[in-house]
């Protein structure tokens, strides 16, 4: 694929993951900065047939676009929001172009539902107290609300690529749109790296939680 092309893709997919997010975007908490959007979707079916670069660049330029236009929570919302998106959608797309069977597909969407669920829970207890105003114990007993809420974002974003991952692999063929497939080397050292990146934020977080304290 042409510098060009690669280009214009990664536009096209951060734009569909904008009006997405744009359109669909409500809570389904009490907590009202706890949102259900479906940019992961589009970003991790980007991911798994074009390569994990076009999901982590589109996935940031999503996410400045949106801190800029319709999010309510500014530049921290964005903070949580990249973190959110890479510990799904990378860790996802990782994997699968490591394994690129169905067994991996699907192995690669448990792991970033747990990957989401445990990151999001560890950053919520150090940046939520920040922008909500929230004490850090309050946000702890909190924990029963926001480790479902990202369970069920994960799993529902998880069964809706499932379902139409097949479906838009086999339009953009039809389209004349190939894909790019990693090489066994390359899938392997991304796969690497987002797994190490992932654990990475888990230690930030918890470093520093433990060194703020309950307050």
């Given at each position: 694929?042409?510098?060009?092309?690669?280009?214009t893709?990664?536009?096209?997919v951060?734009?569909?993951?904008?009006?997405?997010?744009?359109?669909i975007?409500?809570?389904?908490?009490?907590?009202?900065?706890?949102?259900?959007?479906?940019k992961?979707?589009?970003?991790t079916?980007?991911?798994f047939?074009?390569?994990?670069l076009?999901?982590?660049?589109?996935?940031?330029?999503?996410?400045?676009?949106?801190?800029?236009?319709?999010?309510?929570?500014?530049?921290?919302?964005a903070?949580?929001?990249?973190?959110?998106t890479?510990?799904?959608?990378?860790?996802?797309?990782?994997?699968y172009h490591?394994?690129?069977?169905?067994k991996?597909?699907?192995l690669?969407?448990?792991?970033?539902?747990?990957?989401?669920?445990?990151v999001?829970?560890?950053?919520n207890?150090?940046?939520?107290?920040?922008?909500?105003?929230?004490?850090?114990?309050?946000?702890?007993?909190?924990?029963?609300?926001?480790?479902?809420?990202n369970?069920?974002?994960?799993?529902?974003?998880?069964?809706?690529i499932?379902?139409?991952?097949?479906?838009?692999?086999?339009?953009l063929?039809?389209?004349?749109?190939?894909?790019?497939v990693?090489?066994?080397?390359?899938?392997?050292?991304?796969?690497?790296k987002?797994?190490?990146?992932?654990?990475?934020l888990?230690?930030?977080?918890?470093?520093?939680?433990?060194?703020?304290?309950?307050?």
């Amino acid at each position: 694929m042409s510098k060009a092309k690669k280009i214009t893709l990664i536009a096209a997919v951060a734009a569909m993951a904008i009006v997405l997010t744009a359109i669909i975007r409500f809570p389904i908490t009490s907590l009202p900065f706890l949102k259900y959007d479906p940019k992961d979707v589009v970003l991790t079916t980007a991911g798994f047939i074009f390569g994990p670069l076009v999901t982590i660049v589109a996935a940031v330029i999503e996410v400045l676009v949106e801190m800029i236009t319709f999010s309510e929570s500014g530049p921290w919302g964005a903070v949580m929001n990249i973190i959110a998106t890479l510990s799904f959608s990378g860790i996802a797309v990782a994997i699968y172009h490591k394994k690129r069977t169905t067994k991996g597909a699907v192995l690669s969407l448990v792991c970033a539902v747990l990957s989401l669920t445990v990151v999001m829970s560890l950053w919520n207890l150090v940046v939520t107290p920040i922008y909500t105003g929230f004490p850090r114990a309050e946000v702890v007993k909190l924990m029963p609300v926001i480790i479902p809420f990202n369970l069920i974002k994960g799993g529902v974003n998880a069964a809706l690529i499932i379902l139409l991952y097949k479906p838009i692999k086999s339009a953009l063929a039809g389209a004349g749109l190939t894909e790019e497939v990693s090489s066994e080397k390359n899938a392997t050292w991304t796969t690497i790296k987002m797994v190490s990146f992932v654990i990475l934020l888990c230690l930030i977080a918890l470093i520093i939680y433990l060194r703020s304290g309950l307050k």
